[in-house]
């Protein structure tokens, strides 16, 4: 696909795409993908190889003109998150414990490079 037609869109897909192999190859199981709540939202749902429920966002960048991909996450996004985490848990009777982590995606040149960073925030945060 040309660079220029590509749609931050399509360049979001392909990043959950990669992300969600990514976690797979990690032995994560995949919960639910593109979870929505109201008009909050949520990349990706999984179990973690320990059990946990983790709410997972991604992010990527193909340039780095703007900074790196973990540091685009706002609060008001990560307030978002956490709405669309307790929709999901009050409807689920999986009682695990949860945490939320992003997975930040460099696709500025290949391969891409993938960063995971768990509890990367929590519903306790001044947010």
Do not use: W
Request: aromatic share 12%.
């Amino acid at each position: 696909m040309n660079e220029k037609k590509r749609t931050s869109y399509s360049i979001g897909i392909e990043s959950e795409r990669i992300a969600e192999k990514y976690l797979l190859e990690k032995d994560y199981e995949i919960i639910e993908k593109r979870f929505h709540a109201s008009h909050f939202d949520i990349d990706i749902i999984a179990k973690s190889p320990d059990d946990y429920i983790v709410f997972v966002e991604v992010k990527s960048v193909s340039s780095k003109q703007f900074g790196e991909a973990q540091y685009r996450i706002t609060k008001n996004k990560m307030s978002n998150i956490i709405a669309a985490a307790n929709s999901f848990l009050m409807n689920t009777s999986d009682r695990n414990s949860y945490r939320f982590d992003v997975i930040a995606i460099d696709m500025s040149k290949e391969p891409y490079s993938i960063e995971h960073l768990e509890n990367a925030f929590s519903m306790e945060e001044d947010i």
